[in-house]
């Protein structure tokens, strides 16, 4: 019990100073203040009235500045921290391989996401705060929807980190595989359309876990439960690999 | 003597692109001791460092830090203080607000904040982030950080690099005061060897990933203490020096000549060469570079 406690505690620590490097301003402090007044702008705008609307009509567009995020501070502040010999430092604390990956992911992944997105979701939810309570079910489930893909983008981007030579191509293949992976979306979605071939259509639509359950929401499509756990799954899957990794063959 | 800190038994290790860094070397420290690692660059001291910390794997051998393997068991750094080539610590915030964070990673009391700025000579400069710091701040930085782990044992990799004269002597010193005043056991390394001296007992002399010398400093030393002659018509003061029986090696227009306790013979061997029309500039008896230990095996 007390080394469970004590394993908490550093892992905590760890992640509150990694959390300093991460959310440091004024990025971040720019960032976030944009992406509420984002929200609460297209809030104004648009007379949505639907929980699921309103949460995919802010966040389509701020998932996309999240990313670029995630790949230019979180996960390229990784390749920063080998290169400047930070890691080192984390490295030499009392705490196991898996824990300081672990830390990483919560502060240069999760951490930042959960606060990207909710800013605006936040404040698009006060101004629309009637229709929002009234499908508060369908909000959390897209805001977590949105957490959960930016999460697997963001593992992704950890991953390449721990190979990349230096932070700026670090960022550029990390920004480079998020257009890959969308244009792939959608060129199959738009293959599965005009060719009939519902399967390339279940696949893109599965590929991005908001927009399934967009589909859902508005019965676009038929979905299977499949189309809504490849996401999640391929998170879980690139985190794991993220700490596998870290754990048994990363080297400062 | 004191229980065995550190223990490296026949590690190799091997960067990926086969660049070997460490062939079979093995080495171990005792609580309390000194001891200074020496090499010159790219002799393998950070690896070997690295690789006893457990920061990086190794393809064979042993290494036990204090009783366990600290690749695998990262209590093995518990009460380790670690001073880094490139001092460099997280850089978002005040030292102090890191050093708080640090002491709770290696569960050390509040008050061991305050004691590590004062005995690191940091006071007034806490407030500071990291990048503010002068290098030589930048260094007690480094050092405050490794004494928040409450260390039995602190591993030094070049502490002095990248400070002024001045700044190396205070470095050293307050390394020295630690071990002398806390009984904390030091492993520092250095590619200058009369930087060692200062402070350490014992070098392990790390040659090309291998250990070539392990011992006291003056037998170490002692065969290798060496006269710098600077003459003009050096290839004939080094052929007098060679005639009576010195090793000798030439650099420019300074001869070398291994001593080996035998100051009467070269002085005699000088005035023979003065006599044959050399002019002897200047000489001193001077302890060797670590290239000089090296190069006259």
């Given at each position: 019990m007390t080394n469970k406690s004590s394993s908490a505690r550093r892992l905590l620590a760890i992640i509150s100073l990694d959390l300093s490097d991460t959310l440091r301003p004024p990025g971040f402090d720019a960032m976030i203040l944009l992406l509420a007044a984002l929200g609460g702008s297209l809030a104004v705008i648009q007379p949505l009235t639907e929980g699921y609307v309103i949460v995919f009509s802010v966040l389509e567009v701020t998932i996309i500045a999240v990313t670029i995020f995630l790949a230019l501070r979180g996960a390229a502040g990784i390749t920063s921290l080998i290169e400047n010999g930070v890691m080192n430092v984390y490295l030499s604390y009392p705490v196991s391989r898996e824990g300081i990956a672990l830390a990483l992911l919560v502060s240069r992944v999760l951490v930042p996401s959960i606060l990207l997105l909710g800013a605006p979701t936040l404040v698009a939810s006060v101004i629309l705060w009637r229709n929002v309570v009234e499908s508060l079910a369908e909000v959390l489930a897209m805001y977590t929807a949105y957490l959960v893909q930016a999460s697997f983008y963001g593992s992704v981007f950890a991953l390449i980190s721990l190979k990349a030579k230096t932070p700026g191509t670090s960022g550029v293949i990390s920004v480079a595989f998020y257009f890959v992976y969308n244009v792939a979306a959608i060129l199959l979605a738009q293959v599965g359309a005009s060719r009939g071939v519902e399967e390339l259509t279940q696949i893109a639509n599965s590929m991005v876990l908001h927009i399934a359950l967009y589909n859902m929401y508005s019965g676009a499509y038929n979905l299977e439960e499949w189309n809504l756990a490849f996401v999640p799954l391929a998170a879980g899957i690139t985190a794991s690999l993220f700490i596998a990794y870290f754990t048994a063959r990363f080297e400062p | 003597m004191g229980r065995e800190i550190l223990v490296v038994d026949d590690v190799y290790k091997t960067y990926p692109g086969g660049v070997r860094a460490l062939h079979g070397v093995?080495?171990?420290?005792?609580?309390?001791?000194?001891?200074?690692?020496?090499?010159?660059?790219?002799s393998g001291?950070?690896?070997?460092?690295?690789?006893?910390?457990?920061?990086?794997?190794?393809?064979?051998?042993r290494v036990e830090l204090n009783g366990v393997d600290p690749f695998k068991d990262p209590r093995a750094r518990e009460n380790v203080g670690i001073v880094f080539e490139r001092p460099t610590l997280p850089s978002g915030i005040p030292v102090k607000r890191l050093l708080e964070i640090a002491a709770k990673i290696y569960g050390a009391p509040r008050d061991a904040v305050d004691e590590a700025i004062e005995l690191a000579g940091l006071r007034g400069h806490e407030h500071k982030s990291f990048p503010q710091l002068s290098a030589g701040l930048k260094q007690r930085a480094a050092i405050a950080h490794a004494l928040i782990a409450q260390p039995d044992f602190i591993v030094a990799d070049e502490p002095t690099s990248n400070l002024d004269p001045l700044e190396r002597v205070r470095v050293i010193e307050l390394l020295s005061r630690l071990n002398r005043e806390k009984g904390v056991t030091l492993l520092i390394s250095s590619h200058i060897i009369y930087e060692i001296m200062r402070v350490a007992v014992r070098v392990v002399v790390v040659s090309k990933g291998r250990v070539v010398r392990d011992g006291r400093i003056d037998e170490i030393l002692g065969s290798n203490v060496k006269a710098r002659i600077r003459a003009t018509k050096p290839s004939l003061?080094?052929?007098?020096?060679?005639?009576?029986?010195?090793?000798?090696?030439?650099?420019?227009?300074?001869?070398?000549?291994?001593?080996?306790?035998?100051?009467?013979?070269?002085?005699?061997?000088?005035l023979e060469a003065e006599k044959l029309g050399a002019y002897i500039v200047s000489f001193d008896v001077a302890e060797p570079s670590i290239e000089e230990v090296l190069s006259l095996d």
């Open positions: - | 093995s080495l171990s420290i005792r609580k309390g001791e000194v001891v200074g690692l020496v090499g010159s660059n790219g001291k950070t690896t070997l460092i690295k690789v006893s910390l457990g920061l990086l794997s190794r393809d064979k051998g003061v080094a052929e007098v020096l060679r005639r009576r029986g010195f090793k000798t090696k030439i650099l420019g227009a300074t001869v070398y000549a291994s001593l080996d306790g035998r100051k009467e013979a070269l002085m005699e061997a000088l």
